[in-house]
């Protein structure tokens, strides 16, 4: 595990060291999952002895829980509470809500919000489907954006030098169906820019499609909305149905939101 992707030199970007090394803890536990006071150390690469005051101050304040035993560390309920407020007060996703309704309700599919942080794609908001579907989508839950067709779509809105520096050099696949080839990648993605949606197919969670679209609610922040549809159910002339749907809606939201700057 490369813990440099986890923690950053505060020294060099004038970060307080203890705050730094909290958040690095809390962003730890929540990509890579529990830990003892051992491994934690090890998976942030800092002493032993430089965790244990941190621990007990964040297990104090709530950020932190213990399992029975005391000694494996996960999130706490405040994470939750902190979590929730910041969905609540998120502009986008109060204006994408009633949108994702209308998508779910003409799909009838699982239709989920994202935005895209760094290289990855953190999904923030999900529309059950009516249909039972097992997907690694929860809210919270970050992925890869070049294995998605949330994270292409907004892939696709960025500039093409910014668009390269976001997707690795190393493609690390998410399923044995996942494209591998940065070029190939890079390809799809310029594909999607052009014709205004994204897709993959299997290439996030076996038996599923995904088609999304890129939002134009915000300049500061890039956001897409997605419809991921088991194979099995692609019959006819669905595929097309969804993908009409999608970029109707955000045609829509397109003429709204240049409605809005010009005013």
Not at 9 to 18: A, L, P, Q, W
Not at 111 to 138: C, F, Q
Not at 241 to 261: C, Y
Request: glycine share 8%; with cysteine; proline share 4%.
């Amino acid at each position: 595990m490369d813990t440099n992707k986890m923690v950053g030199d505060s020294s060099s970007t004038g970060e307080v060291k203890s705050a730094a090394r909290a958040l690095d803890l809390l962003n730890n536990i929540a990509a890579y999952g529990p830990g003892t006071q051992l491994q934690l150390a090890h998976r942030l690469g800092i002493p032993k002895s430089s965790l244990h005051a941190l621990l007990r101050t964040m297990s104090t304040r709530g950020w932190l829980d213990t399992d029975p035993t005391g000694s494996v560390y996960q999130l706490g309920i405040h994470t939750l509470t902190v979590s929730s407020a910041y969905l609540d007060g998120d502009p986008v996703l109060s204006r994408a809500a009633g949108v994702m309704d209308e998508i779910a309700a003409a799909t009838e599919e699982t239709v989920h919000l994202g935005r895209l942080e760094g290289g990855d794609v953190i999904y923030t908001a999900k529309r059950e489907s009516k249909h039972p579907l097992r997907m690694h989508s929860a809210v919270g839950r970050r992925l890869p954006a070049y294995a998605t067709s949330l994270g292409r779509a907004m892939l696709a809105a960025q500039p093409a030098d910014i668009r390269e520096a976001l997707i690795p050099e190393k493609i690390e696949p998410l399923t044995s169906q996942a494209t591998t080839d940065r070029g190939t990648l890079l390809a799809i993605i310029e594909k999607a820019a052009h014709v205004g949606y994204a897709m993959e197919s299997e290439e996030s969670c076996l038996g599923v499609r995904c088609f999304g679209v890129a939002l134009p609610f915000s300049s500061s922040t890039v956001d897409a909305l997605s419809v991921a549809v088991p194979i099995s159910r692609l019959n006819g002339d669905r595929e097309d149905f969804i993908i009409e749907t999608l970029l109707s809606v955000k045609a829509r939201l397109s003429l709204v939101h240049d409605n809005s700057i010009v005013r």
